[in-house]
């Protein structure tokens, strides 16, 4: 059976509206924008989702990643501010927010944030001395970030992280680095140890001070105390009490004599005077105990009697 000239027309409109409608229909993946051109000219930009486009007229020019993206910074050498040459890599993150800007506003979106990330990595940490390079990683990457951003904002990008990934001086630099980084703590040692030593003689010296300050203390009450007691004796003396001029004598004929038994280096002791004068002596110190105790319990007439003055016999 035979195809009309009905039969044809009608299989060529409905090819024609298949087609028409693949060309007009566009379906958009998450996470990216489509640009539209026509005839050439940018036109609109596609979202996420179903679209529609016209036929033949209308035609897709830039996929766009919407999704934060990372570019490897690959390892540059830079001369730091003195003269110091060191090995650096790094890492950048970015975003693009307008997908018309990033596809018509540069060439080549990648190689044109890579670029300016390392021309800027040599300009930051060329400024900068080692000491510096190796301590302030973040301050770079703070203002790294800052320079880059604001010189890609025109290509509808955002920057959202620069990173320094490695910064490796040369095999002499860090040995050098070594040896003054061991002399600084040798350095570091010797003064603590001398400030010890300096506290350690500051305080031996006080407590030198102190011990010399109690010792004439202790001395000056002594004399002190010896005087008092002299000045007893004599007040009792000019009264016309004679036993305490012989307790006085006797005490010191027996601090005498102590110190004469208890030298190291006595083997003999000669007596000045017998041993009865000895006896004597201290029989007369036990009598005027016994008058002392005695007296202080008895009434006033018991304390006027005087017992007889013991006097050192002759030789």
């Known amino acids: 059976m035979g195809f009309s000239g009905f ?5 060529v409109l409905v090819a024609l509206v298949v087609l028409v409608l693949f060309k007009g229909i566009r379906t958009i993946p998450q996470g990216y ?5 026509r005839f050439g000219r940018y036109t609109k930009t596609l979202s996420p989702g179903l679209n529609l486009i016209m036929p033949f007229v209308d035609r897709i020019g830039a996929k766009m990643n919407m999704m934060e993206q990372v570019l490897d910074v690959p390892t540059q050498e830079i001369i730091t501010r003195d003269n110091a040459t ?11 927010l307008n997908a018309a800007q990033a ?11 890579l670029n300016l990330t390392m021309t800027n990595i040599r300009t930051v940490m060329g400024s900068m ?8 990683r ?8 800052r320079v880059v951003d604001e010189a890609a904002h025109p290509w509808g990008i955002k920057i959202t992280r620069v990173e320094i990934k490695d910064i490796n001086p040369p095999a002499n630099l860090v040995e050098s680095m070594g040896r003054q980084m061991m002399a600084e703590r040798n350095k570091r040692a010797q003064i603590l140890a001398a400030e010890g030593l300096k506290q350690s003689q500051i305080l031996e010296a006080e ?24 000045q007893v ?33 006595s083997k003999l002791v000669l007596m000045p005077i017998e041993a009865s004068s000895l006896i004597g002596t201290l029989g007369g110190i036990g009598e005027i105990a016994r008058e002392v105790f005695k007296g202080e319990g008895t009434a006033g007439p018991a304390r006027q009697a005087r017992p007889p003055v013991v006097r050192p016999s002759e030789t």
């Open 7 to 11: 039969d044809i027309a009608l299989l």
């Open 138 to 145: 973040d301050a770079i990457n703070e203002r790294l970030l």
């Open 33 to 37: 924008n489509y640009t539209v051109e």
């Open 207 to 230: 407590g030198r001070k102190e011990a010399a300050f109690r010792d004439a203390e202790a001395r000056e009450r002594s004399a002190e105390a010896e005087a008092r007691a002299t």
């Open 233 to 265: 004796v004599s007040e009792a003396i000019s009264k016309g009490d004679v036993q305490a001029l012989n307790y006085f004598v006797a005490l010191k004929y027996t601090e005498a004599l102590t110190r004469i038994g208890s030298a190291t280096n």
């Open 103 to 113: 596809a018509y506003q540069v060439a080549g979106l990648q190689n044109a944030i």
């Open 129 to 136: 001395d080692l000491d510096e390079l190796l301590s302030n």
């Open 86 to 96: 060191v090995a650096v890599d790094g890492v950048a993150f970015y975003q693009v």
